[in-house]
């Protein structure tokens, strides 16, 4: 799919937002048992992680970081943007997109990906000057808290 075509997908594509807060966090590959033993207690809406041979990242609503061991390192007071569409593997530009338009407003991202749907961490207090940013780009707008 090409830089257009993914324009299109993306203006037809629903943004769902989630105000957070949510928090980034690392910890040790030794703790990834508890991290997600924390994460599938914590019954949140979202919760995502990841281990690889340095570190296991998760990220959580900030209210469930607590049942998780104590983080090394740990980003706060981000609001999630899902690209609400399920997308196929082949599309290409459309975090590139996303991401560009979001740069061009000076709003720093963080971005993860679900089998077939992107998410775009922001700001929690650049919110309102994401989805500003992101107007003319993504769909209709779903709060979702």
Same mark, same amino acid.
Do not use: Y
């Given at each position: ?71 090394? /390192? ?23 997109? *996303? ?19 992107? /998410? *775009? ?25």
């Amino acid at each position: 799919m090409t830089g257009g075509d993914a324009r299109a997908l993306l203006a037809r594509t629903p943004l769902a937002v989630r105000k957070g807060p949510f928090a980034l966090a690392s910890w040790p590959p030794a703790q990834a048992s508890a991290v997600s033993a924390a994460a599938l207690r914590s019954a949140s809406d979202i919760a995502l992680w990841m281990r690889d041979d340095l570190e296991v990242t998760a990220l959580l609503r900030e209210s469930a970081l607590g049942a998780a061991p104590p983080p090394r /390192h740990a980003q706060r007071g981000w609001a999630l943007l899902t690209l609400d569409q399920p997308m196929e593997w082949d599309v290409t530009g459309v975090l590139a997109a *996303v991401s560009g338009a979001l740069a061009a407003s000076g709003i720093p991202i963080g971005a993860v990906t679900a089998f077939a749907r992107d /998410h *775009v961490l922001v700001p929690a207090d650049r919110l309102q000057d994401a989805l500003a940013a992101l107007s003319g780009v993504c769909g209709e707008v779903r709060q979702l808290d």
